[in-house]
C-alpha cells in the first residue's frame, strides 16, 4: 500500500513538474580558480554551484520525471567553462561501443551537453562524456532536426573530461576552454539542453522536456543558463596543424607504382567572437574513413556523407540550400573529383583554399568559401576555382532567410574545354521556417543558373511545409527543375521534372503495452516531366506500419505500388553488353517489406530488411542484414549482407548483386585506436580493405599508418594498393 501510494505521488509529481516548469534556467557562478579534471566531484567550487536536474523522461514516457536522477553544476572564469555532472542508474552494467571518440549515442550509456551560444535556435555545441570517459564532441545545425544531416561528430575540438565510476552511478568533469565556443562578447546567458541514455532501464531522459514525435537533440527545447557577469571577448588562438604524409602506391591496372612525400597543413584564425578564417595549403585526406559500398539499382545518383574536416565547420551555412534529396545546389563532395576524357570520376588535386564563416552579430551570418584545384591535362581536367558566397539572416524566433551565390570557372584557357564548361554560376535565395515549437517548419526557395550563351529558364524552385504534432505529422514537398538548370558544385539527381512528396503519419501512444509508440503512414510521391507534356512518369505509394517497442527494439511493415516510364533505354542490372529495357515504356510493379532492429543494449545486436515483389517487367528479392558483436570496452565487431535478387523476362538479364561488408574495431586505450574494414561489392567489381591505426598522442594530434587494398573481383587480381603513415600536429599560437 505504502509503495503504491509512493509511486502515485511520484507520477503527481512528475506531472506537475513537466506542466508548471517547461521553461527552467539555472546560474552559472563565476569562479577565479582552475579546477582539477579527473571525474570526482571533491572541488569546493561544485559545493554551491547552480546547474541543472530534475530530468525529464523522453522515453518510453514523456510525461514524468526520469525514475534515475542525472545533475549537473556549472561555474567558469575568465578562460573555462567547468562541468561536474552525476549519473544514477540501477547498477553498474553500463554499455559503451568502445572507447573512440566521437560516438553516436545511441545503443549506449552517455551524457551529452547541448550550448546554442547565440540563442538563435539554429546552432549548437554538443559535448558528451561516457561512464569510461570517452569525449565527443559535434556541431548541431538547422535547428537538429534531423540526425543524418544535422548532427556532425567530424567536427573537433580541445577540451578535457574525465569520470569515475561507482556503485549505481558515475561521476564526470569537464574542462571546456571559452575559445571552444563562439558567442557574442558581452553575452549573459546562452540557451541549453542536456540528454542522457540509461541502457540498463532504457529510459532516454533530457533537462528540459522534448515531446516524443520531436528529435532529442532539437534545439527547439532549450532552457537558459545565465552566467553570474557577462563574458568577455574570446581570445582564441590562432591554430596551425601541418601535416606530414608518406605514401607507397601502386595503381595494378596500369602497372604504375610511386613513393611520395606530402606536406601541407590548416590554419584557423577567429576574427571576434563569431567568425573563423580557415585556410588550407595541398590538403590531404588519405585518413579519412572511406564511405560503405552500396548498391544501386535506381537510374540516378546516390549520395555519400561529406567526412572531410575542412569542409565540416558551419557546413550548414553552405550546404543546406535548396532540396537536400533533389536539388542541393551546393555539395562539398564534388570539390577534388572530376571526370575524366573517358567519362570517369577520379580524385582531383586541391591545391588550396580559404573559408571565412560565422556570425556577424546576433542575426546576421556569413560564408566565404574558395577553393583552387589543379589541373591534369593527362586527363583532360582543367584547374577550376570553386567560390561559394552566403549571407542568412535571422527572423522571427528560429526562422531564417539566405542568399548566395556560386561560381565554378576555368581561368586559363584550356582547348579541350567546351565553350558551356568555361564557367557554371548559380544564384538562389532560401527561406527557412522554423516556429518556437517546432510544431511546423518548411522551406521555400528559388535558384538559377547561368552558363555561357544560356541565361534564359535554368531555375530550380521548391517549397515544402509540415506539421509535427504529437499525434499527427503531416508535411507536403513540391520541387521544379528546369531541364536546362546546373549546378556543378551541387548535387541534383534529375532535371526536368516537377515532383510531389506528401506525407501523413498518425501515431499512437498505448499504455501498460509492450510496444511504446506504433504509427501509420501514408507516403505518395509523384514525378512529371514537363518536356513530355507534364507526363506522369514516376509514382510511388508507399504505406506504412512501424512499431517502437519498450526495449527500444523496432519493427516496421511496408507497401510500395511504383510506376515508371522510361524516357530513355535502362538496364537495372548494368549488365556489360546487357539488352535495356526499352523507352517510351510504363512499368507497374508493387511489393511488399519488413524491418526489424533489435536493443542495441545487447552484447549482440542486429538488424534486418526484406523486399520482395515485381520489380519492372520482372521480379526482385532484396535483403540486407547486419549483426553487431561488442566485447566492451576494447572490440566492437560487425558484419553486413546485402543481396538483391533481380529475375527479367528474355532477353533481358537477369541479376544478383552481394555486398558483404564486416568491420572490425579494436581500442586499445582512448588514445589508440585501430579499425579494419572489408568490403565485397560485385556490383563494383571490388573487393577492398581500408586499414587504419591512429595513436592520439596529443589534443587533437595524431599519427595515422593507413593501409589499403583493391581487388578486381571476376579475375581476383589486385587494382590498387597503398600504405601511409601520415603526422598531424595541432599547435596552438
Known sequence: MTRALCTILFLIASVLAYTQNPNKSFTVKLVSDFLEIDGILDDPAWENAGGAKDFQQYFPSDKVLAKHPTEI?????????????????????????????????????????????????????LFGINPFGVLREALISSGGEDSDSDFNTSWDVKWLGEAK????????????????????????????QSYRFDMQTNERSAWHPVPQNQSVFSLAFMGDMVFEKPLGKSRTPLAIIPYVNTIAEKDYLIDDGRINL??????????????NLDITVNPDFSNVEVDDIITNLTRFEVSLPEKRQFFIDNSDLFGSFGGGRDANPFFSRRIGIARDSAGNSIENRILGGVRLSGKLNDNWRLGVLSIQTDEDKANEIASNNNTMLVLQKKIFARSNIGAFFINKESFKTYDFVQRDDEYNRVVGLDYNLASKNNKWTGKFYGHKSFQPDDKRGNYSTGAFLSYNTRKYNIFSDWIHIDDDFRSDLGFVRRTDIVKSATGIQRLFYPKNAIINTHGFQFFPIITWQPSLDYKNTDRNIMASWTAEFQDQS???????GEYIFLSKP???????????????????????????????????????????????????????????????PKVLISLALNHNRIRLPDPYPDGDFWLVSSKFNLTFSKSIFWSTIFQYGNQANNLGINSRLQWRFAPLSDLFVVYNDNYVVNQFEPRYRSINLKLTYWLNL
Open 73 to 125: 553544476k556549472m561555474v567558469y572564469n575568465a578562460t573555462t567553462l567547468y562541468i561536474g555532472i552525476k549519473v544514477s542508474s540501477i547498477g553498474n552494467n553500463w554499455v559503451i561501443p568502445s572507447l573512440e571518440r566521437d560516438f553516436r549515442a545511441g545503443g549506449n550509456d552517455n551524457i551529452s551537453l547541448m550550448f546554442d551560444t547565440f540563442n538563435d535556435g539554429t546552432n549548437a555545441f
Open 165 to 192: 565510476m561507482f556503485e549505481n552511478y558515475y561521476t564526470a568533469e569537464l574542462a571546456i576552454p571559452l575559445t571552444s565556443f563562439k558567442f557574442r562578447e558581452g553575452e549573459t546567458k546562452w540557451r541549453f
Open 262 to 275: 606530402k606536406v601541407g597543413g590548416d590554419a584557423k584564425v577567429a576574427i571576434g567572437n563569431g567568425m
Open 554 to 560: 523496432e519493427f516496421t511493415a511496408e507497401f510500395f
Open 570 to 632: 535502362f538496364d537495372p542490372t548494368n549488365t556489360e553488353g546487357g539488352v535495356p529495357l526499352p523507352d517510351n515504356h510504363g512499368y507497374h510493379f508493387n511489393s511488399v517489406a519488413m524491418e526489424y532492429q533489435s536493443n542495441r543494449a545487447k552484447a549482440v545486436s542486429f538488424e534486418g530488411f526484406a523486399q520482395i515483389g515485381r520489380f519492372f517487367n520482372g521480379d526482385l528479392f532484396s535483403f540486407k542484414g547486419e549483426t553487431t558483436l561488442r566485447l566492451q
